[in-house]
């Protein structure tokens, strides 16, 4: 399937230059819900739920993409305010798991939910992938999770390296985006020239961002 993901043009051209892509923590990302998707009403469930979360957050982290890239909004909030950079991946549909959106917190029941202090597969799947209804914005999310031992460290970060199951096949500069073709194929290795290039342009009839038909020059 082929998935975006949109950030700032100097983190884009840092990604390209080193074939590789940050793994976020879920503490880090900017749902405070993240895997606290479940009612938490009772004060013993919310100190155990806080504490798988934290487990999960030291052992997992999350590749997020989306399925659309033509969302101002999303452009808006993960592109650098239309001066950043989209990536095109394909990534094999047995990898990605698409996010649940939900208009109320899933119930709880911890005693049938937990198993010797940690979750069982099927809940925690749900924690990783529910979020509430008003994020559907981000174009039906698609995230790749992996364990953080799969990845490697760079200071305080985690990155993998682009490979089969996470192949660059299209640049997308942002329509506020002042690098230029020559700029930006002379920031990427020789080795990604045939990713296709294209500059992006605000729509004239819709509220869309679309490709530029004069091209990226």
Request: aromatic share 10%; charged share 35%; net charge positive.
């Amino acid at each position: 399937m082929r998935v975006y993901h949109l950030l700032s043009a100097k983190y884009a051209i840092e990604n390209l230059k080193k074939q590789r892509l940050k793994v976020s923590l879920f503490a880090d990302l900017n749902d405070p819900f993240e895997l606290l998707s479940v009612e938490l009403s009772e004060l013993a469930n919310r100190k155990k739920f806080q504490e798988l979360k934290k487990d999960i957050n030291g052992k997992k982290g999350v590749l997020c993409f989306s399925r659309n890239w033509n969302n101002p909004v999303l452009w808006s909030h993960y592109g650098d305010k239309h001066k950043g950079i989209c990536l095109g991946f394909d990534t094999p549909d047995t990898l990605l798991k698409k996010v649940i959106y939900k208009g109320e917190r899933l119930p709880s029941d911890v005693k049938k939910e937990l198993n010797e202090g940690n979750l069982n597969g099927r809940v925690e799947e749900k924690l990783l992938i529910t979020k509430f209804e008003h994020w559907q914005y981000e174009e039906e999310e698609e995230r790749v999770i992996l364990p953080l031992d799969k990845a490697y460290k760079e200071k305080e970060l985690y990155f993998v390296n682009f490979c089969d199951n996470l192949k660059i096949k299209e640049v997308i500069v942002g329509a506020r985006c002042k690098i230029n073709k020559a700029e930006l194929e002379k920031s990427i290795e020789t080795s990604l020239s045939a990713v296709l290039s294209t500059k992006a342009r605000l729509a004239f009839k819709t509220f869309e961002v679309t490709k530029d038909r004069r091209g990226f020059r």
